[in-house]
């Protein structure tokens, strides 16, 4: 926990973590691990004899984030005032730097750019020589994760036309919605800011002028943003009335409005078998300018054709309506797969933990991509329990971290004594 705390008062933002990667390098340097740095900012730091690699990444989603975090604890949950808190992953980096401390024999790998596209494992040019990999990056303790889905980044831009009318002038605000994690959290009925503001305007025709909404792509929206107009004056439930005014309104806004009040934003399928989401679809962030529409949408799934038919599927949704789409940042599923390392990490939690057992996650971590890198090395995640990451209400439960450092000191021992 000393460790974590020291990484909180650390700024690492995404594509702001310049000051983590310095403090990382020079700590395991300090503890006497050689170390490796490449392009894409990934830290590997190495110890002969290893036979495992630890993983997690360095960066974290800053939402209301001002460093050093003011940290707190509540009924056993610590957390940060305001903010989220980064045990996702910062709680990975902490244990690997505690095991570093302690002169462990383990190879341990920082990824960097996780949480803005898996950036860091895309771009991964190290040499990982160890047979097996446990990545820190899962959220459920006793769950020895073996899958993950995979995902795809769309956006999609529309050209506007404005034109002048005069109106009456309404703004709409929605704020202080509970946000979380558009993998891990989209199936807990979280409402979509984004959604909700359209869907409050379509039972009249209105103009939109200016409309911004959400946080990140892979974070659900928990505000949203429009100046609207009408009109005739009417009351509208919780719009401020700003006047009769000459404005520039977007061409189409009633066409805009009914399709984005329209998309089927959260889960489109289960997987009974894995007892999880199979396929969802994230509408997470919204803008404006005098002359463009953006939207912005994160997709997943733990099947690559469900993925890239959810990926044609909105594409040709936002078609229809003259948006331009393009996708970025795909990534395959990781496909659950057993071995005898991940039966090991199993045996070691179910040591400590009574309900321990396989699973998968409906979200991104690094392990497919790696693994596509590095198809012999043998993998499995594991983590302290973490609730809503990615939101300001992001928590990780203090007896579990303590017991999940156990149960990875037991896999290390273990590991090496067979």
């Known amino acids: ?60 989603v800053c939402i209301g984030s001002s460093f050093p975090l003011e940290l707190q604890e509540e009924e056993g949950w610590l957390s940060a005032v305001g903010s989220t808190l980064g045990a996702d992953n910062g709680m990975g980096m902490a244990m690997m730097l505690a095991q570093m401390e302690k002169g462990a024999l383990v190879d341990s790998l920082f990824t960097a750019e996780e949480e803005v596209g898996l950036l860091g494992a895309r771009g991964l040019d190290l040499e990982l020589t160890t047979p097996y990999l446990l990545n820190l990056d899962s959220e459920d303790e006793g769950v ?77 929206p928990k505000k949203a943003d429009i100046v609207f107009g009408l009109e005739a004056r009417a009351e509208i439930e919780g719009a401020i009335y700003k006047g009769e005014d000459e404005v520039a309104v977007m061409d189409e806004s009633s066409k805009t409005i009914e399709m984005l009040a329209g998309f089927e934003s959260g889960v489109r ?83 400590l933990f009574d309900r321990a057992a396989y699973g998968a996650i409906h979200a991104g971590l690094e392990c497919g991509i790696i693994k596509e890198k590095y198809p012999d090395i043998h993998m499995a995640s594991i983590g302290p329990n973490i609730r809503y990451p990615h939101s300001n209400r992001e928590k990780v439960e203090l007896a579990s971290v303590q017991k999940v450092y156990r149960a990875l000191e037991n896999i290390i021992r273990s590991q090496h004594a067979s």
Not at 21 to 38: F, I, P, R
């Open 1 to 60: 926990m000393q460790h974590f705390k020291r990484l909180c008062t650390i700024p690492h933002c995404s594509y702001e973590a310049d000051a983590m990667k310095v403090y990382l390098v020079a700590t395991a340097q300090a503890y006497g691990y050689a170390v490796s740095v490449d392009a894409a900012g990934n830290i590997l730091a190495k110890r002969a004899g290893s036979r495992v690699t630890l993983q997690a990444h360095y960066d974290m």
């Open 144 to 220: 020895v994760t073996i899958g993950c889905a995979g995902g795809v980044d769309i956006i999609a831009t529309r050209t506007l036309q404005r034109q002048k009318k005069r109106l009456h002038i309404y703004e709409y605000h929605i704020s202080g919605l509970p946000g979380g994690h558009s993998g891990v959290d989209i199936d807990k009925e979280i409402p979509n800011a984004i959604s909700l503001l359209f869907q409050a305007l379509c039972d009249r025709e209105s103009y939109i002028v200016d409309v911004h909404g959400g946080e990140r792509r892979n974070s659900i």
């Open 269 to 351: 399928a289960l997987n009974s078998e894995l007892d999880i989401v199979e396929t969802s679809i994230n509408l997470a962030l919204i803008e404006s300018s005098e002359s463009e529409l953006r939207v912005q949408l994160s997709g997943r799934s733990m099947e690559k054709e469900a993925l890239l038919s959810l990926e044609a599927e909105t594409r040709a949704y936002f078609e229809k309506d003259g948006f331009n789409v393009i996708s970025e940042g795909f990534y395959a599923p990781w496909r659950p797969e057993k071995s005898a390392f991940s039966e090991l990490v199993l045996k070691e939690n179910q040591k």
